[in-house]
């Protein structure tokens, strides 16, 4: 089955304790992006990576990383969370020609950080 | 860069037409892209305008018109499960993959 997996789907931490949120498609796409969505705000791109080892910044980049070392999988990473930082997380992907834009988004993580 | 209103709310009864609007100020883009995303769900996609004009999709239709910076969704034949956010989105066509969304319009269908 064609899907994008998310890993943690929820969770608690604590200011500062760095965590990372797994991402993986099986879709074999070259296109993946990270999304935190707030009420009122819709979704807003942090992170986006166009192929293997290619990454850029999105609109709200601040106080997160990314990396792309395998083509299905784009982890998220906070390397010192902040309560601003609490949020619900997609990962999507897709492929990147410019003809068609039909992204798939992975079930989300929850993040709350204390 | 992008920017992209459409309205926050709308209500329409079953069986009824909704049309959703998104207008945006962007130096340039490259298509129109809407979403639908359920309470708890994960967005999925609906459709993508590249060019002015109309697409169908079965009872969801979109439109682009890129001299008046305007897109519509139409929803029609209007079922309760189709209560839900949609957002509109596009792509910057400076960088294809700077991708932006909507704030989203929430749809009630009542009975």
């Known amino acids: 089955e064609a899907q994008v997996t998310q890993n943690p789907r929820y969770l608690i931490t604590v200011t500062g304790k760095k965590l990372t949120v797994t991402c993986s498609q099986n879709m074999n796409h070259e296109y993946m992006s990270w999304y935190r969505q707030d009420p009122g705000l819709g979704l807003r791109q942090i992170y986006y990576?166009?192929?293997?080892?290619?990454?850029d910044k999105g609109d709200v980049p601040e106080g997160y990383k990314v990396s792309r070392k395998e083509k299905r999988n784009f982890p998220l990473i906070l390397e010192s969370p902040s309560p601003n930082q609490t949020s619900l997380y997609f990962c999507?992907?897709?492929?990147?020609?410019?003809?068609?834009?039909?992204?798939?988004f992975g079930p989300g993580t929850r993040l709350t950080v204390l | 860069g992008q920017s992209l209103e459409q309205p926050s709310e709308v209500t329409a009864v079953e069986g009824a037409i909704v049309q959703i609007n998104c207008t945006y100020q962007t130096s340039g883009f490259y298509g129109l892209s809407w979403y639908q995303q359920h309470d708890g769900g994960a967005p999925t996609f609906l459709s993508y305008n590249a060019l002015d004009g109309l697409e169908e999709t079965g009872r969801f239709s979109s439109f682009l018109s890129r001299s008046d910076s305007y897109g519509y969704l139409l929803l029609q034949e209007l079922q309760m499960k189709d209560s839900a956010s949609y957002f509109c989105?596009?792509?910057?066509?400076?960088?294809?993959?700077?991708?932006?969304f909507g704030a989203g319009t929430q749809v009630v269908v009542t009975p």
């Open positions: 990576s166009m192929n293997v080892e290619v990454t």
């Open positions: 989105a596009v792509r910057d066509s400076d960088s294809w993959g700077k991708l932006q």
């Open positions: 999507a992907s897709s492929f990147s020609t410019g003809g068609q834009d039909t992204q798939y």
